[in-house]
């Protein structure tokens, strides 16, 4: 088990040293570390268009994630404060009780083509489905390579919706995302469609509501983490599943919940160079699909057993292969931080991860109160847009601190007397 003691409280040297001693990268990875070797100018150029520069964001690791028995150090890319350090928390508090369980309940991507102008649906529905097998086999001769790789077009089903006769394909991608790959085969399947349905083509596109690739983490955590006092602790563990309770029927309320266990998952997704974009799309869709936004996790009280459990189910189709995930360095290193996992156990981690940064929301909102953990962290960012030095901002946060509330004017001032008195 790795053990990285006073990670926290070290200098980001000292981290980096606390990987190499622990034997969490390579000396490759170190070098790029240390050197904060981020994304070559050259590189991106080739990447996207009309490129200026790059733009860097903090790379941080939350320690000690316990999923399915594995201790894995999480890398994380976020600019907001408290992330970081509210997954940690949540981590190392879970760890205790046993950690996380998780399920994938399978590993497929949906495309559609949508048809319309189609006189007959019935009768072309008949005959779409009629013809399943060929259609399987033409989208795998649009995509060869990944049937060589194990994967491919797994089923296909007809859906009349509105005007619209929809052709749904699955796709095992494999490590891949899979967009490409959706794409190709579905266009490959455009004319054929056309031609049994006696329709029009409108669009041969995946979908980012990737219901075919539903991870589930679950996590029970014992009353007596939560605190010294087990009638305060019975009472917390009451408010979170009333807080998850709440995000079930109110969606001004479930929009901020459900922000929240992005806050964690997009820092990781992001960390290891996946389409954040694609997995929020979908998250917030599935969050919604019975017509209503609700909270994407749940939280249950069973006193009886002095247990709070936890549960987070999530579309959740991530890659460890394709895109940029082979061209950044730093992204390289976050993979090889989580033992370059596949694409399954990468994706029991980042639910895991939106688990824990969730528990750590609601036990703070419904106890010390959201703010509580934040001012520190506020005061800290006003002293630097103050101008403050590495040396300096302890001191101006601890007078912010003492003058609340305050702003970034009231730390100039501050900032501005501290030097005045050396």
Not at 10 to 33: W, Y
Not at 400 to 407: A, R, S, T, V, Y
């Amino acid at each position: 088990m790795v053990k990285l003691t006073g990670f926290s409280k070290a200098s980001p040297a000292e981290r980096i040293e606390k990987l190499a001693q622990a034997g969490l990268l390579s000396e490759e990875g170190l070098q790029t570390v240390r050197d904060n070797d981020t994304l070559p100018l050259s590189l991106a150029n080739e990447m996207v268009e009309n490129v200026l520069g790059t733009l860097a964001l903090p790379f941080g690791i939350a320690p000690g994630f316990q999923v399915d028995g594995q201790e894995v150090q999480v890398p994380m890319v976020t600019e907001e404060p408290s992330v970081i350090a509210a997954a940690s928390y949540a981590a190392g508090l879970i760890k205790r009780s046993g950690g996380f369980q998780t399920q994938v309940h399978k590993r497929q991507m949906i495309g559609q083509v949508a048809l319309y102008e189609v006189s007959n649906k019935e009768k072309a529905t008949q005959a779409i489905t009629e013809a399943k097998e060929d259609l399987l086999q033409l989208a795998n001769q649009a995509y060869p390579s990944i049937v060589k790789r194990g994967g491919g077009a797994r089923d296909l089903w007809i859906e009349e919706k509105g005007d619209f006769l929809i052709c749904y394909l699955s796709v095992d991608p494999k490590e891949a995302m899979g967009a490409n790959m959706l794409n190709t085969m579905l266009e490959s399947l455009v004319d054929p469609l056309e031609d049994l349905s006696e329709g029009q083509g409108l669009m041969a596109i995946l979908s980012n509501l990737a219901t075919d690739a539903l991870v589930t983490a679950r996590c029970h955590i014992d009353y007596r983490f939560l605190s010294r006092d087990p009638k305060e602790a019975a009472e917390i563990v009451q408010k979170i599943a009333l807080a998850s309770q709440l995000a079930a029927v109110d969606p001004y309320r479930a929009a901020t919940h459900n922000k929240g266990i992005f806050n964690g998952i997009d820092a990781v997704v992001l960390a290891t160079g996946n389409d954040w974009r694609a997995i929020e799309a979908g998250g917030h869709t599935y969050a919604s699909r019975s017509g209503q936004a609700q909270g994407l996790s749940n939280w249950i009280a069973h006193p009886d057993q002095q247990v709070l459990e936890g549960q987070l189910t999530l579309p959740m189709p991530i890659a460890t292969k394709g895109g940029s995930i082979g061209l950044n360095p730093s992204v390289q290193v976050a993979h090889e931080l989580l033992g370059n996992p596949d694409a399954q156990t990468l994706a029991r981690i980042i639910v895991s991860v939106g688990l824990a940064q969730n528990f750590a929301a609601l036990k703070a909102l419904v106890s010390t109160g959201i703010q509580h953990g934040h001012m520190k962290l506020q005061a800290k960012s006003l002293a630097l847009l103050a101008g403050a030095t590495p040396s300096e901002v302890a001191p101006v946060v601890q007078a912010l601190l003492e003058d609340k509330p305050f702003n970034l004017e009231k730390a100039q001032v501050i900032l501005e007397e501290i030097r005045q008195s050396t």
